[in-house]
């Protein structure tokens, strides 16, 4: 495997519900609607997705409730198996794994965390951790000095005799995250972690989750049905809707150049200036004068504001980390993201 | 009830499905306005429609007993049983077998009984599991509740294991569960003794018999409730086991099966429960212990010490009620970082402690080690006074209902039922089928008294009818009005479904007690310990279905200006009637087995001829008569489920 295949690879993959799907697919002829398959009695929900997860990314899956989020991400580690396409993980495609080879594979490359946490009741916080360890089989000592660890990890130290139900609802996905690091897996998938917790909560396990990000360097699919948690997290967002990824790009981007009416009516209501780069905005310096400090391709145009508002340059550098200049950011265009284009 | 269903249906099925159920009903109404010129044949089923079961039960049994040697099997099967049923004799009461070490002085067994009670629950618990323990012993009932616990602690293990394991295979296989589900359906609506009698053929009868009836009658729940508890582990969890690499084995074992806790310790509860009333029941094959002594006591008529065992009875059921349901809802507490062994532990210990102080004082105060009868308490001397006393002093009362009920109520209605053309009542069934649910429903009703009918009882099948419709009527007019009084306000409704639930418990043969003490032994008994039995789950689920009325129904009729009156007729009891309907359909399942255990006190139904052919070991017709008396309440359970399914839609319930 070389650096540029990626960790997951999906190929033209439907997931269909109903009677005979498999062979309802084949018949299939050109792009039919979703209300065209409804009508001939299946729910189409994941309709021909193809993209592809590199390492390290954190890519969001963000669709509403319905949209066909959830069944894709259960199809990506074949909680669900697909009706047609192909699903390919570090190269080899999961639809053909025996029933071994898939255990191993999840015993040793996957973590998932679920909306609802889907602890078990019965096993204190410790034992709930260390349960993808003792599946694998490991020793009584090895499982415990493991998930003691990753429970300090996810801050819950102290309390790892708890029982899920004497543990708030924070705490609890908590535990559910630890258990899906246990085994150091190189594939995490989250599926609306937050959507079950208070606003307050869930902003501040976000901000645990960039952390742990930070810290672990994981490739990661995360669903959610909240555009501005996707906004905050995300490398690449890719919207779902009735089954289709109507979008797959950068947060940038989306909010720049949306690309279809749906996207478009999601990024209405967005502060763009918040999520848009100085980065996205550099075109080439094509011989235009520059002069003065350059701004850092990172920071985002509601930060460079007070800056945009007072600078008297048409043109602004602006330069990467290492502090080389990557191109010019037009004022006027920045300013027209940070007030709206003027009508 | 069958008037009932009919008023009920024509307010809520649709125009032509009610039309149409009236054209049968008057069809029905002509053939018993007829029935003095109908012909012989649709007066009574004729003799070529009555088929010969009982022959070909009893021949598939022969076949099975004797060419397929099944006989040995079970024969084998109940050897062990019984070796083990050896073991815990010995050890509860001294019954002289291997392992030859006890009897356990009562003491000790009292003493982890407060022991248990408090680790689950807390002190009540605890005064009830060791209080029951100390009475039994007390009053000198230490030998007849042991033999009886003694085939529950063997039953009940057997009944859970296979239960259980049933339960699995059922959720692992449609198939199997397609084919389990009628099986299920007509084992839980046979009566008691439609159980024995196979058990007599095969096992033959006493303590062995008495247990395997037990496990056989006690399985159904436990199979139920493992399925239902398979089935409602979140989807989450089980996709949590999968994505921990969990092979199918250890999903089961370490996540299905302990997510399910609650469903399986409730389906423990229900094994128990049922272990007991049957093995009370088992008298009738010779099973010795409280129901022997109760059944004995009953038929001389000695009520005051017929009330002790009751007592016993009641005690015992309640607390292992109490205790298991304890159990099931017990949630595990984790211990602060720490905590010494002997406190992690501390129930056992104290288990242990007390147990092992108890024996060694038992070596030394022979009381504490057996109490005989010579030292034993009784309070029969006065109960017998306070019953002779309340009896004559309610006597003329007693006398006159008697007489009224029989002359003016009972005679009068069975009369009534006898006359009716069979014809007439399979066309009022089909009536009140179609009104219902259409020419399914009709069908179904028409099938099941079709069968009752070529059985050949009819006759007695009607008496069975005509009791249960009595009684039941006389519990709703007693019952319905009850529930509505018990559930104005919260905690009056807590008491009463407490009363509900504990009375629930109760073996069903405990009702036999207060009616033979108050009317003697005849058609007025019967029907009041029927009324008496089925009137606890009317007021139980009108009580929970008026509770279960949403608040914000109620607040919007307070601001309409409604008057209490005017909420509870048109919201709380339209709203409340499918759960009430529910009610009223365990209410004729429980009359329908109370009807049939009654006959020992003298009726002439169903319940007479299968006692009849317990004693005469004869399996064809026994089953016969118990799948009558299960067809029953299979049609009725058909057609209330339907309706109340109907109108649970249709009122967005569901």
Same mark, same amino acid.
């Given at each position: 495997m070389t650096a540029a295949t990626p960790v997951i690879s999906c190929k033209n993959v439907w997931k269909l519900f109903g009677a005979n799907p498999e062979q309802y697919l084949k018949s299939l002829t050109g792009n039919p609607g979703f209300d065209e398959i409804r009508q001939a /009695?299946?729910? #189409? #929900?994941?309709?021909d997705v193809s993209l592809d997860i590199a390492k390290g990314e954190m890519l969001v899956i963000m669709g509403l409730s319905g949209s066909g989020k959830s069944t894709f991400v259960r199809c990506l580690s074949r909680l669900i198996d697909i009706t047609g396409g192909e699903v390919a993980v570090e190269g080899q *495609?999961? /639809?053909?794994?025996s029933e071994k080879e898939l255990i191993d594979l999840r015993r040793n490359k996957m973590g998932m965390v679920f909306q609802s946490f $889907?602890?078990?009741?019965?096993?204190t916080v410790l034992d709930n951790v260390a349960f993808p360890l003792e599946m694998r089989g490991q020793d009584r000592h090895a499982r415990r000095a493991r998930a003691l660890e990753v429970i300090e990890l996810v801050g819950?130290? $102290?309390?790892?005799?708890?029982?899920?139900?004497?543990?708030?609802g924070g705490q609890q996905q908590r535990v559910g995250i630890a258990r899906s690091l246990a085994i150091e897996p190189d594939i995490w998938f989250l599926d609306e972690?937050?959507? #079950?917790?208070d606003p307050l909560i869930r902003r501040e396990m976000q901000d645990e989750f960039l952390r742990l990000q930070e810290m672990l360097g994981k490739t990661i699919v995360f669903i959610t049905h909240d555009f501005d948690e996707a906004l905050r997290l995300a490398d690449r967002i890719a919207i779902m809707k009735d089954g289709v990824v109507e979008q797959c790009d950068t947060p940038d981007q989306i909010v720049? *150049?949306? #690309?279809?009416e749906y996207v478009a009516k999601f990024t209405?209501?967005?502060?763009k200036s918040r999520v848009v780069h100085a980065g996205v905005l550099a075109r080439e310096i094509n011989g235009h004068s520059l002069t003065g400090a350059p701004i850092s391709e990172k920071q985002t145009i509601s930060e460079l504001a007070r800056l945009l508002v007072n600078d008297n340059r048409d043109f602004l550098p602006v330069a990467n980390a290492a502090g080389s200049l990557i191109g010019a950011m037009s004022r006027q265009e920045a300013l027209d993201v940070l007030l709206g284009e003027a009508s | 009830m069958t008037d009932q269903t009919m008023t009920f249906s024509g307010k809520s099925q649709s125009w032509t499905r009610a039309k149409t159920g009236w054209v049968i009903f008057a069809a029905a109404c002509l053939l018993a306005l007829g029935n003095s010129v109908l012909p012989a044949g649709l007066n009574r089923p004729p003799e070529w429609l009555v088929l010969p079961f009982a022959d070909w039960i009893n021949a598939i049994f022969a076949f099975l007993r +004797? +060419?397929?040697?099944l006989l040995y099997l079970t024969r084998a099967f109940a050897d062990g049983v019984e070796w083990l049923l050896d073991v815990t004799a010995n050890l509860l009461y001294?019954?002289?077998?291997? &392992?030859?070490?006890?009897? @356990? &002085?009562w003491t000790v067994i009292a003493s982890i009984g407060f022991v248990i009670g408090y680790a689950l629950q807390g002190w009540r618990l605890s005064l009830l599991t060791g209080g029951t323990f100390v009475w039994i012993a007390v009053m000198g009932q230490w030998k007849w509740a042991m033999e009886t616990l003694s085939v529950i602690v063997v039953a009940a293990p057997f009944s859970i294991l296979f239960g259980l394991v049933m339960g699995i295979l059922a959720w692992r296989s449609k198939t199997f569960e397609r084919i389990l589900n009628p099986v299920l359906n007509i084992a839980q609506s046979l009566p008691h003794f439609a159980y024995m009698i196979p058990v007599v053929v095969f096992i033959g009868v006493g303590p062995k018999a008495g247990a395997i009836v037990t496990i056989i009658f006690s399985v159904p729940p436990m199979i139920r409730m493992s399925l239902l508890g398979l089935r409602k582990v979140p989807h989450e969890v089980i996709e949590s086991g999968h994505m921990c690499g969990s092979t199918r084995w250890q999903l089961l074992r370490h996540v299905r099966i302990p997510t399910a806790r609650t469903e399986i310790l409730v389906g423990v509860n229900q094994v128990i429960m049922q272990c007991l009333a049957m093995v009370v029941l088992a008298s009738f094959i010779g099973m010795p212990g409280l129901g022997q002594k109760l059944l004995q006591l009953l038929q001389a008529l000695k009520i005051g010490r017929s009330v002790e065992i009751g007592i016993t009875i009641v005690l015992l059921a309640v607390m292992l009620d109490r205790c298991t349901k304890a159990w099931a809802t017990k949630q595990p507490e984790h211990f602060e970082k720490g905590t010494s062994f002997a406190v992690r532990n501390k129930f056992l210990l104290l288990g242990i402690g007390l147990s092992l102080a108890c024996l060694a004082l038992a070596q030394f105060i022979p009381l504490m080690d057996q109490i005989g009868r010579r030292d034993a308490f009784t309070i029969s001397k006065p109960i017998d006074a306070v019953a002779d006393w309340f009896i004559v002093l309610i006597d003329p009362v007693s006398q006159w209902l008697r007489w009224f009920l029989i002359t003016w109520v009972l005679i009068p209605i069975r009369d009534a039922f006898l006359w009716m053309p069979y014809a007439a009542v399979l066309a009022l069934l089909a009536a009140v089928g179609w009104a219902i649910g259409g020419l399914r429903s009709a069908l179904v009703c028409l099938a099941f008294f079709g069968l009752i009918a070529m059985s050949g009882w009819w006759d007695r099948a009607m008496i069975t009818v005509y009791t249960v419709v009595v009684a039941v009527s006389i519990a709703a007019i007693m019952g319905f009005p009850l529930g509505i009084w018990g559930s104005f306000n919260e905690k009056r409704a807590s008491i009463a479904l407490l009363i509900c639930d504990t009375l629930q418990t109760? &073996?069903?043969? @405990?009702?036999l007690i207060p009616v033979v003490m108050l009317f003697g032994v005849n058609d007025v008994a019967v029907v009041g310990a029927v009324v008496l039995f089925a009137a606890v789950p009317l007021v139980r689920y009108t009580i929970e279905g008026l509770r279960q009325v949403p608040e914000t129904l109620i607040e919007a009729a307070d601001m309409s200006g409604a008057t209490r009156m005017q909420t509870l007729w048109k919201v709380r009891l339209p709203m409340a009637l499918p759960t009430v309907m529910v009610g009223v359909n365990q209410s004729v399942m429980f009359s329908l087995f109370m009807v049939i255990i009654a006959a020992?006190?003298?009726?002439?139904d169903l319940g007479q001829e299968m006692q009849r052919a317990l004693s005469s070991t004869d399996v064809g017709k026994g089953l016969v008569l118990g799948l009558a008396v299960a067809f029953m309440g299979l049609m009725v359970d058909h057609l209330v489920t339907t309706w109340a399914r109907s109108k649970k839609e249709a009122l967005g319930l569901e």
């Open positions: /009695g299946y729910i #189409a #929900a994941v309709r *495609n999961i /639809g053909e794994m $889907g602890l078990l009741p019965h096993r819950l130290s $102290g309390r790892e005799d708890y029982f899920p139900r004497e543990l708030s972690p937050f959507s #079950a917790l720049l *150049n949306p #690309a279809t209405e209501e967005i502060e | +004797d +060419d397929l040697g001294g019954k002289n077998r291997w &392992p030859r070490i006890g009897p @356990i &002085p109760f &073996p069903s043969f @405990i009702y020992f006190i003298g009726t002439q």
